[in-house]
């Protein structure tokens, strides 16, 4: 409780603690900014471009401040376990979860995805093959998008992207929108079971940044610069690391959507146990869970959060077992308990969608992302493995 | 504190949907229509979004719109019949650049009649919007295609829209709501109960600084 107490405070800019200090000051001029936008919030149409929104790898880019002695030995403890002839996957996710220093980032979600092996020397092999399969399948079947089986497929992906991360200037390069229709493409054939399923797109984001960031300081950068190998690199990274998570959540894609059916009525139950306040409220003002909490499962979050937090709560799902389908869940009963406060003050249809719809999650960082999967934790604890144990 | 004039406001809530293929322009007409604004930047409508219009009718009556953005893509299993339930209107969209998305229009026009009805048993009120009119290419006449295509799939009519450039977006609503408002009051109360809510005193005083009576 103190804790979500001092990530309000945080948000509101008031003074406190001391390691949220720096963060604060360099954010100081844009702070009064988005307090008065945030106010704003509800009725403008589109998120205010502030900022923050470019600011997406995360809180620690350049820029920030120097590293802690804390944070240069988690640093030091990834580097030793990434070096090590055969990396301990187990000790990498431990260490992950609280957070995955930017400089290892890429090289750890690699490895984390289950993409690259844990033996040192196999991986280059390993990626190279990859790679050179991904564009074995671009060559085999890119053509075919304008074939009559698949050009609605393609047409719907390429009407997506350009509407993907519209606010940040690096998404509506003509290179990267090309990389993202292609991996999309070729992930949608080949998963006819789903096919392209809106919300998909968002997904790639995280991967491609993260891989970017590794040549170049994605906040403004034209891609088409990049040598081509590099960029094709980037490219077939980010579509096996895709497809490595949604192999995981496939059933939130399939026919009729049952795994997102099945996640929205476990969050209304967890929900229920939970806050029974925020339960019967909605009830009372007929609210029904669907109606906010599909995006929330669809997107994995993505559109309630900024890229920076998506990216660093992804470290935390990559380091949890079944992270993405089962402990998203808790997060986002955590996610929706942030906001207990000012659901329960609106009193009517309308105004509580269109909260839960806009919620003000515009200045978060990693602080609050930590806090959020604190709170999630905790929740898992004490609620999946004693399932009756809170039943009325 | 209720004087006489407020007394006799009335007050109307009705849910409105907003149907048609994946990047017609549903969200941007939407956009335009409350906050009288558009932007390129509308990301991809995940589920359904929500938003309220409202309208000062007349000196004696005030209107609340509940838009229903659904996704365009909603094309999965029985989704359409949870988001469709009480809704009393929907405007189904097209854009006249893509052909393909007209056709889809009967589809759509079809799922919405077999999944929600007014009490009395007829379909909701639907009006179809030929968006992007601002785009098209030939200057053909097709009024009486169209005309006749409405009849036939049972809309009340059509209108040629711009979200960009604000055409039509007002005067295809004002369209919807008289209709919805005719089978409003063509009904016994007691029938008609679920579409309208009768706001309390205190409610019906505060919005009436809006401008309502």
């Known amino acids: 409780n103190r804790g979500a107490r001092r990530a309000r405070d945080i948000r509101a800019g008031s003074t406190g603690t001391k390691n949220a200090t720096h963060h604060r000051q360099y954010n100081k001029n844009s702070s009064a900014h988005i307090r008065s936008t945030l106010q704003k919030q509800q009725s403008l149409p589109v998120r205010p471009i502030i900022p923050l929104v470019a600011r997406m790898s995360d809180q620690n880019a350049s820029g920030a401040p120097p590293m802690t002695v804390r944070e240069k030995s988690r640093l030091d403890k990834f580097k030793q376990l990434l070096a090590s002839p055969n990396t301990d996957l187990e000790e990498l996710r431990k260490h992950s979860w609280s957070g995955i220093p930017r400089e290892v980032r890429p090289i750890t979600w690699r490895l984390l995805s289950g993409y690259l092996p844990a033996n040192k020397e196999r991986r280059e092999l390993v990626l190279k093959r990859k790679r050179d399969e991904y564009f074995g399948f671009i060559e085999q079947y890119y053509h075919s998008r304008t074939d009559e089986h698949y050009k609605d497929t393609y047409r719907q992906i390429h009407i997506d992207i350009p509407r993907t991360n519209p606010l940040i200037p690096l998404f509506q390069q003509p290179v990267v929108q090309e990389v993202f229709e292609r991996i999309l493409f070729i992930w949608a054939i080949r998963h006819p079971a789903s096919g392209y399923v809106q919300g998909i797109n968002d997904l790639v984001t995280p991967f491609f940044v993260v891989f970017l960031s590794e040549f170049v300081n994605v906040e403004n950068f034209e891609v088409a610069a990049l040598p081509l190998d590099t960029r094709r690199n980037i490219e077939a990274d980010s579509f096996w690391c895709m497809s490595k998570l949604l192999d995981g959540i496939q059933d939130n894609y399939t026919f009729a959507q049952p795994g997102i059916q099945n996640k929205v009525k476990a969050l209304e139950e967890l929900v229920s146990r939970i806050d029974e306040d925020i339960h019967n409220h909605f009830k009372r003002y007929e609210v029904e869970y669907l109606q906010f909490a599909f995006r929330w499962m669809n997107n994995l979050l993505m559109r309630e959060l900024p890229l920076r937090c998506t990216i660093r709560l992804w470290d935390t799902y990559q380091a949890e077992a079944e992270g993405f389908s089962h402990f998203h869940l808790y997060v986002c009963s955590a996610f929706l308990i942030e906001w207990r406060k000012e659901i329960l003050s609106m009193v009517d249809f309308q105004g509580l969608l269109m909260l839960l719809q806009n919620l003000p999650t515009i200045h978060w960082g990693n602080e609050e992302v930590g806090l959020l999967l604190a709170e999630a934790y905790r929740l898992k604890y004490m609620f999946a493995d004693a399932p009756s144990h809170y039943k009325r | ?213």
């Open chain 2, 1 to 213: 504190m209720a004087g006489g004039s407020v007394f006799e406001c009335k007050e109307y809530l009705f849910k409105v949907l907003v149907i048609g293929e994946l990047g017609v322009g549903k969200t941007s007409i939407i956009k335009r229509y409350v906050h009288q604004l558009f932007s390129q930047h509308y990301r991809a409508t995940i589920g359904v979004d929500f938003a309220l219009k409202v309208i000062n009718w007349d000196s004696k009556t005030l209107v609340r719109l509940q838009l229903w953005d659904i996704a365009g893509q909603e094309r999965f299993g029985n989704m359409t019949r949870v988001y469709y339930k009480e809704a009393v209107g929907a405007f189904v969209v097209f854009d006249v650049t893509r052909g393909s998305t007209f056709e889809a229009v009967s589809k759509w026009k079809h799922d919405l009649d077999s999944k929600v009805k007014l009490a009395n048993g007829n379909p909701i009120p639907s009006v179809l919007l030929a968006n992007k009119c601002d785009q098209k290419k030939e200057s053909s006449n097709n009024t009486a295609l169209m005309d006749n295509f409405c009849k036939e799939t049972g809309f009340l009519g059509w209108f040629e829209t711009s979200a960009k450039d604000n055409i039509n977006v007002d005067e295809a609503a004002r369209f919807l709501v008289e209709n919805i408002l005719a089978n409003d009051k063509g009904l016994p109360y007691e029938e008609s109960n679920g579409d309208r809510i009768k706001l309390d005193q205190e409610t019906v005083a505060a919005e009436s600084k809006s401008g309502c009576c």
